[in-house]
C-alpha cells in the first residue's frame, strides 16, 4: 500500500522556493509567500521565509531593494539565478532518474 504525499512530509527546499518565486520579478514577504503556495502547494510561515532570506542575502543571492514602502521588496542577483539554474538542472536530473527507475511519464494520464 503506497503512502500519500502528504504523509511522506516535505520535500521542498526553502532557498530554493523564494530563488523560483523572485526569479519572476522582485517581491516582497508576504507577496512571496503567496506565490510560493500558488505555484508549488506549500504554505510557508513568515519566520521560515525571514530566515531563508536572510542566508540567501548572506550568500549574495538576493538583495533588498529601495522601497518608499513599509514592506521591503528583495530581487535575485546575478550569482543568484546562477546557483537556481545550476539546482534546477540537478532537480532535472533526479527527476529523469526517478521516471526512468518508476516507470513514471510526465504529462500522461
Do not use: C
Not at 36 to 54: D, H, K, R, V, W
Not at 69 to 84: F, V
Not at 91 to 101: D, V, Y
Amino acid at each position: 500500500m503506497g503512502r500519500r504525499t502528504q504523509e511522506l512530509g516535505r520535500f521542498t527546499d526553502v532557498a530554493l522556493l523564494v530563488l523560483v518565486s523572485l526569479a519572476e520579478g522582485q517581491k516582497h514577504g508576504y507577496r512571496m509567500i503567496q506565490d510560493i503556495e500558488e505555484f508549488s502547494g506549500t504554505a510557508l510561515e513568515p519566520g521560515t521565509l525571514y530566515g531563508a532570506l536572510m542566508r540567501l542575502e548572506e550568500r549574495g543571492w538576493i538583495e533588498p531593494v529601495t522601497s518608499a514602502e513599509r514592506r521591503k521588496p528583495y530581487r535575485i542577483t546575478p550569482s543568484g539565478q546562477d546557483a537556481l539554474t545550476e539546482q534546477l538542472a540537478t532537480l532535472r536530473r533526479i527527476e529523469q532518474a526517478g521516471a526512468r527507475r518508476t516507470g513514471v511519464a510526465w504529462g500522461l494520464g
